[in-house]
């Protein structure tokens, strides 16, 4: 089996590259992309499966969005997590996470409700019968979670 890495990516063709690819997973056949962005690409020896994109940051309030994909189970692993979060909150000092996630993406719902995220649905977010959960993780809860207590992550 071989090895799951990561990277950020640098600026130019890479975020290019990996904001593409990502949003090519999340939304199919759409020309959407992230704009002014960052991003973490996941590698699976040669092969990327994993993606983490950095948007809508708002300097004044200390909050950035993240969108991610992956083409397979295997790329959120407990470091890519820790390197995920660690950028937004120790690299830059923000003060909040948000993820948007599909009400059918029950499987995220888990994962990030034991990370320490904080869930709001909101009715008609993705359309007139689809909600949308957003999903926010302060800086306090981050440095509390289980994850980073185990890691010692500061």
Known sequence: MSRITWAIAKDGKEISLLSRWVADRIWPGKNRDFGNCQGMAV???????????YHNYEEDSGVVEISAASTSPRWLTKETLRVMFQVPFRDWGCQAVVLRVSDEDEALHSILDR?????FRIPRLRGRDRAENVFVLT????????????????
């Open 43 to 53: 590698i699976d020896g040669e092969n990327l499966i994993g993606g983490a994109i």
């Open 115 to 119: 990370y320490g995220f904080e869930r």
């Open 139 to 154: 800086d306090d809860a981050w440095a509390a979670n289980k994850f980073n207590r185990k890691n010692e992550v500061h």
